[in-house]
């Protein structure tokens, strides 16, 4: 009954939309709720891991840290981040994306209510490792999402909006956090961020099937979503992804770049409150205008790659433009740790998250551009990883350096190398940027 009743869905669905072309966008929109799922999934993701930012200067107030001991906070949720990066990518890819996703939201929201318990510092270095392990979950399952339910054209710009989803999150967390902590104290913080998992899970579960199952996914839309050549079904194994270059392009590229923007995540709040001064409570408009310019720059880069695909450019020359474009974009945030205007200093942080979130939009859909769906987790996951140690590297680095001269230069200096650098090894290893041979590998 369940498959008649999709079929007859999908047939009326079909009739309705005035024989749209198969490969039309215009043939079905049922993507793009998928795709606002994807995105509000992330935001939840990015508030939960910025609260400790956020409250950074409170928390060392009250509970007497010093730079290097948040630096090993930052440290351990990298590392957890890590580990699950490769574990639950490859959960993900086990499972599916509907119970894998649904089961690493509940486990980072229960994490991030967690910081709420104890006051030591072990409590909280627990916590912050279970969430860094939940939260690992979130960009294998969404880009695996996206190589499912969007075809080769489309995935940077869904990437990109979805990706948002970070900045809208470190938007809401600076104005929403401060409030709660005056009124409520800061535990109360972690508890109402945390809870709002729960709200997205019951979303989720009823909204998210697989296209070829899904009873709103009209058969036009389903052809368009299927207009790729079909890749062969089958399990990838995760050892025989480690010899291909495209991996390790993937994987460079992330260690590279990763560890920027988790410098910005964690130690912006602190920046502009030490170098220019603000409070807990005037902080959150400087950040908002940081990650509203950076939710652009996410966006328009996803969108720029997928512009120059549907007016004929080949794959390997859009990426490899906008990531070239964006790596450029970031390089003046090398003058603003001595910028003595706060909006000047602000306006050089917006344009290089911006930035950054393009780069980091057309290089997820790289994955999707140079494996099958079925092991697209697995790379996200190793790329992950690799992002995650190199976060808990810049984590030792911005600690002691902060410790020892008070000063974020170098943080800013590695900041505005980092991207040229990696689009240079990705260049290196995959100049045609050619589809990774893994047909044979079951």
């Avoid at 009739?15 to 072309?21: F, G, K, R, T, V």
């Avoid at 344009?351 to 979130?357: D, G, S, V």
Wanted: positive net charge.
């Amino acid at each position: 009954m369940g498959r008649a009743a999709s079929s007859a869905n999908r047939a009326s669905a079909a009739d309705s939309e005035a024989a749209a072309p198969a490969t039309s966008p215009r043939a079905g929109y049922f993507r793009w709720v998928i795709c606002a799922l994807l995105l509000f999934g992330t935001t939840k993701n990015y508030m939960d891991r910025q609260v400790l930012g956020v409250l950074k200067t409170t928390l060392q107030h009250d509970l007497g840290w010093n730079e290097i001991d948040y630096g090993n906070l930052v440290f351990a949720f990298q590392a957890a981040y890590a580990v699950g990066m490769v574990v639950v990518g490859r959960v993900i890819d086990r499972l599916g994306t509907r119970l894998g996703y649904a089961l690493s939201m509940v486990f980072w929201s229960l994490a991030s209510m967690g910081h709420a318990i104890g006051s030591s510092f072990t409590s909280f270095v627990i916590a912050r490792s279970a969430l860094g392990f939940g939260e690992s979950g979130v960009f294998p399952a969404s880009i695996k999402t996206v190589a499912e339910w969007f075809p080769r054209k489309e995935r940077a710009l869904a990437t990109g909006i979805f990706n948002a989803g970070t900045n809208v999150g470190a938007i809401i967390t600076p104005l929403v956090v401060p409030w709660i902590t005056i009124q409520w104290g800061w535990r109360w913080a972690f508890i109402i961020t945390g809870a709002l998992g729960f709200v997205w899970l019951a979303f989720w579960l009823l909204l998210y099937r697989e296209p070829a199952k899904h009873p709103r996914v009209s058969k036009a839309e389903l052809d368009f979503i299927r207009s790729d050549p079909q890749e062969a079904p089958g399990e990838i194994k995760w050892a025989r992804l480690i010899p291909h270059r495209q991996t390790w392009a993937f994987v460079v590229g992330k260690f590279m770049t990763d560890p920027i923007w988790w410098f910005y995540l964690f130690w912006i709040p602190d920046f502009l409150q030490r170098k220019h001064g603000l409070s807990l409570m005037k902080i959150g408009l400087p950040i908002v205008v940081i990650y509203v310019i950076a939710d652009v720059g996410s966006v328009a880069g996803g969108w720029l790659s997928s512009w120059l695909i549907h007016r004929g450019r080949s794959v390997n020359f859009a990426r490899k433009t906008a990531l070239l474009i964006c790596a450029v974009c970031v390089v003046p945030i090398v003058f603003a740790y001595n910028m003595p205007s706060l909006w000047g200093a602000v306006l050089l942080i917006g344009l290089a998250a911006a930035a950054h979130q393009g780069f980091s939009a057309n290089l997820f859909t790289l994955t999707s551009d140079t494996f099958p769906a079925q092991a697209v987790g697995s790379v996200v996951g190793m790329g992950g990883m690799a992002g995650a140690i190199g976060g808990m590297l810049i984590a030792k680095i911005v600690g002691y350096t902060l410790q020892w001269t008070g000063s974020y230069m170098v943080p800013f200096l590695m900041a505005g190398c980092a991207y040229l650098l990696a689009l240079a090894a990705i260049q290196l290893l995959v100049p045609k940027l050619e589809p990774a041979n893994v047909q044979n590998i079951q």
